[in-house]
């Protein structure tokens, strides 16, 4: 049998040697060699995968626009080793059983249907091969994450991925150098994320997960880690300009405050007011006046607000015109480019491409492209996922167990701030809001399984005490 494969693999790499492709005739033999790493512990692939989330500008394999990338790689190397092991294994450790299937199963149907309805096939049918691939990542998710990846890998993934590429982001901007970075008016940072508006998401969605593991800390320089990662991430956050960040981050803190302000006590409210000074006073010195400008303008009519407020007005013409089903999953952009808005409202725009533009608001893109039927079955989702984390927070707390509640509030609360920048950003596909919807059912997974586990301890000890 190792005979055959090997075999298999050099016709492969031969036959890619002298193909047009012959630069990737390396990969069947290191394809091997990761499935039989991948075979013993799949779950590696799958962090990999989570750390390179932020990391737009580093996963392609062949240029920024490329599809080929490190993490469709990981993912079907994940879903082949998963499959087999559930058909071959009786007793299968993978576990995808949740209660959003009956949902997300129904959002998946209804997109096919606007796909198979729609007058922009091409549009369609690439924006359902990406819901397809969010969809795979959930049930990743599912599968890989256990109790100790829940409570331990997930966080520290997500905080170190983003902790480095602002760190390297902020300090080569400090530097002035222009590697990531994007010039508008003025220069914007974008990490390694091509987009500042989507990188700030990422930042924030982080933010939740660093404060819980400040605050639960048990030794020093880990909270002076946290401490410095999060005035980093701050600095990185202001350096997007973005005015949807600041939006977001003034819900997130504020829910943050409320969450960990009761641990405060009164000897730490000096060190409290001290560092709070210390922050306005970095802010009013190193925080750009472009930067206050710029959030001053939420409340102007300039050029971005006003389109902003043509696609709200064409995604409400269109849904009226096609209330049911939609234009057509993902195809709001193609649409906008036929509308009057995209061209009587000017912007210099010339040709129908360089008229294409997102809804800058996923529940429009959602209810534009798959009607009111998806629209639904998208927030119903929503819906059973945050009743997924209060229920498990509510669980959990029969465990007297405060650390696990709380990490699952920090959970629920980067699931916020995915929910919120919704309203700002078309990511219907972002990874991290399938992780979320992922992580909810794992939640609920890992309190109940906790509390089995003490219900039989109880019980244990209860037939020992009649015994005796």
């Not at 199963?105 to 096919?112: C, I, K, Q, R, V």
Request: overall charge positive; proline content about 3%.
């Amino acid at each position: 049998m190792v005979a055959i494969i090997a075999v298999i693999v050099g016709v492969a790499s031969l036959g890619m040697m002298v193909s047009p492709w012959h630069m990737y005739a390396w990969l069947p033999g290191v394809g091997l060699l990761l499935l039989l790493i991948l075979g013993r512990k799949p779950e590696l692939a799958f962090y990999v995968v989570l750390f390179l989330v932020p990391w737009d500008a580093v996963r392609a394999l062949a240029g920024p626009d490329s599809s080929i990338t490190i993490s469709k790689f990981a993912g079907m190397a994940m879903v082949l080793v998963v499959a087999l092991h559930m058909v071959f294994s009786r007793g299968s450790r993978y576990a995808l059983h949740s209660n959003l299937w009956r949902w997300i199963g129904l959002f998946l149907a209804t997109a096919l249907i606007s796909a198979l309805l729609t007058r922009y096939p091409d549009e369609a049918w690439g924006d359902l091969r990406k819901l397809v691939a969010s969809v795979t990542v959930f049930g990743l998710a599912l599968a890989l994450v256990d109790e100790k990846g829940f409570t331990r890998t997930v966080p520290r993934v997500v905080i170190f991925s983003i902790g480095i590429s602002t760190f390297l982001s902020v300090t080569t901007y400090a530097f002035g150098l222009t590697l990531f970075t994007m010039n508008t008016d003025f220069e914007r940072l974008v990490g390694v994320a091509y987009n500042p508006n989507h990188y700030a998401s990422f930042v924030l969605f982080s933010m939740p997960l660093l404060a819980h593991w400040f605050f639960n800390a048990t030794r020093s320089w880990v909270r002076v880690c946290g401490a410095v990662v999060f005035i980093v991430n701050l600095g990185a956050l202001v350096l997007t300009y973005s005015r949807g960040a600041f939006v977001v981050s003034l819900v997130i803190f504020g829910a943050l405050i409320l969450e960990h302000g009761r641990k405060l006590r009164p000897r730490h409210l000096g060190f409290l007011g001290l560092g709070l000074a210390l922050v306005v006073a970095g802010a009013a010195a190193y925080v750009p006046d472009t930067y206050w400008e710029r959030q001053k303008s939420i409340s102007t009519q300039d050029s971005s607000v006003s389109a902003r407020l043509s696609y709200v007005l064409f995604a409400w013409e269109t849904w009226r015109e096609h209330p049911v089903i939609g234009t057509g999953i993902g195809t709001y952009d193609r649409a906008y480019s036929f509308s009057e808005y995209a061209f009587t409202r000017g912007w210099g725009r010339k040709t129908r491409l360089d008229a294409q533009r997102d809804a800058h608001n996923t529940y429009l893109e959602v209810a534009v492209g798959m009607g009111t039927v998806g629209l639904g079955l998208f927030l119903g989702i929503l819906v059973i996922a945050w009743r997924n984390f209060t229920n498990a927070i509510r669980e959990s707390k029969v465990l007297q167990d405060p650390q696990l509640t709380q990490l699952i509030t920090a959970y629920r609360l980067s699931f916020v701030s995915i929910l919120a920048y919704f309203f700002l950003l078309s990511r219907v596909y972002s990874h991290y809001y399938w992780l979320a919807l992922a992580l909810s059912t794992v939640a609920l997974r890992v309190v109940q399984q906790r509390c089995k586990a003490m219900n039989t301890q109880i019980a244990q000890g209860q037939d020992d005490s009649h015994r005796s």
